[in-house]
Structures are given as structure tokens and as C-alpha cells.
């Protein structure tokens, strides 16, 4: 239950640079207050106190921060696994619809009250996690029951929503993610500054900057991000495709530097990687 439900309330600041990274969990993040904007995929959304974002983890996704401002959220990450039998068992699959339907959205409520709801239940969530008293299967009950109320709220705040992954966006907003679309569509090419602003009729110092700006990143930051992503997914489903096919269809120029770019990225070989990732997904079956 550890590895596959994880809660965090209210924490804050910084705790290093943050880099884009995807994960197999999905994710309820409540954004509290301070400056932050988020970039999930290529959609870039300027945060406010009382902000959702859900996410099915697999898009890469990126908090921008300004140095030294405050940044207090909280989130729930969590193994569909763990929750759809128990939502299957009284007929409400339907509430992970969202997460493996639109994979992220934004959702902004004027129900100060809603929020407030969903800000204790997280709170109660981080507590009974916390349990020194209680049994982990005693734990384990409550976080059900909780997650399944926290869902419930979720899914009725998105119905009611007048501003469900909508924001307005200005030119550099609008730059930035026809950038991000670009890369996710032709990271498996060469790629360069100078490609991406003749292909969007942009000067190539404006690509620079203006990307860096709204998103965090380098344009190259976020190639090699795009590409780690591939990668992951290929060696996860793809168990008979070999290392050089893998890195070749993710854009790296030799299957060297794709093991050298991912292990000092992700800690370990690729081998070691994908038999990780297997023997999770056995575990699931057994």
C-alpha cells in the first residue's frame, strides 16, 4: 500500500531544482498559495489558491517556480489498482474516467466551501497515513475510504466547474505550448532551435527565451525529457524491442549515449530499469 498510495499536505517551498518528470500513479494536486506555473504536456496553466490539477502521471508535468517565492500545495498520488476494485464493487469505476480519459486538466472552482472539503480530506488522508495507532491494514481501510471521497468531490467540482482546463492564454502562453507541441511530435528527429523557429515562423533568440521563460526549461532540457519519457514507456511494454531499437526510436543518436543519459538521470541501467518495471507488473498479476 506504501509504494502505491502516497500523501502529502501542504507542504512547502522548494526542495531543489525541480525537473519535469512522469510517473505510473495518477495525481490530485490542491495548490494553497504562492506563485507557480505549471506545465503538464504542453499545456502551461498560472495557478491560484485553490487550483486542482489532475493528472494520469504519464505526461510529463513540471512546476515553474521563481526563486525564493512561496509554494505550498498538497497531493495525492495513487496506483489505479489500489482504488478500482473498491469503486467497482458499488458501481463508480466512472470516477477515474477522467484521469485515463482527458490524462490532465485544471479545474477552478468558485466554491470556497468545495475546496475547504477537499483541502481536510487530504488532511485527514496525510493523518490516518500517519497512524501510529492503527494496524496498516486498519490504515489501509481509511485511505480507501477517504480516496473514495475525495473522488466523489473531485468529479463533482469538475462537472460544476465553469473553468475546467480552460485558462486564457497570452502570446507567450500560446508560444510556449506550440513549442512544447512541436518537440512532443518530432523528438524522435534531429532537433534544434533553429528547426523549431523556422517551423513556427519565430526567431530562434525568441524561441529561447520565451520557452525558457514559461516553462522552466531549455528547449534542449525539455528534447531529452520528451525523449526519457519515450524510453521508459518503450522498455515497460515493448520487452522484446533491444536497447539500440529503443534508443533509436526515441531520437538518440547512439544507443552510448542513450545508456549514459539514462542512467545519470534515472539512477540506474536501463536493463535494471525495465526489470524493475516487470517484476512490479507480475507482482500485480499474481
Partial sequence: MNRELMVNYRLQGQFGEVKAHSHQEYEIYL????????LIHNQIYDLQPGDILLMDGLALHKPNLPRDSEYVRSHIHFSPDVIEPA????????????????????????????IEELEQLIKKMSEAKNDQEATEKEKEWRLKALLIQVLVLVNRLGHTSSHKAANEKYDKAQHAEKIASFIQEHFREKMSIDRIAE????????????????????????????????????????????LQQIADESG???????SRFFKSNVGMTARQYRQKRLEIYKRSED
Fill in 31 to 38: 495548490f494553497h498559495q504562492g506563485t507557480c506555473r505549471y
Fill in 87 to 114: 469503486l467497482s464493487s458499488i458501481g463508480a469505476s466512472s470516477l477515474l474516467d477522467v484521469f485515463h480519459k482527458l490524462h490532465h486538466c485544471l479545474i477552478r472552482s468558485s466554491s470556497r466551501q468545495n
Fill in 199 to 242: 517551423s513556427l515562423n519565430l526567431s530562434k533568440s525568441y524561441v529561447s527565451h520565451v520557452f525558457k521563460e514559461m516553462t522552466g526549461y531549455t528547449i534542449m532540457e525539455f528534447v531529452m525529457a520528451t525523449r526519457l519519457q519515450q524510453v521508459k514507456f518503450l522498455l515497460e511494454v515493448n520487452e522484446e524491442k533491444t
Fill in 252 to 258: 538518440f543518436e547512439s544507443v552510448s549515449h542513450f
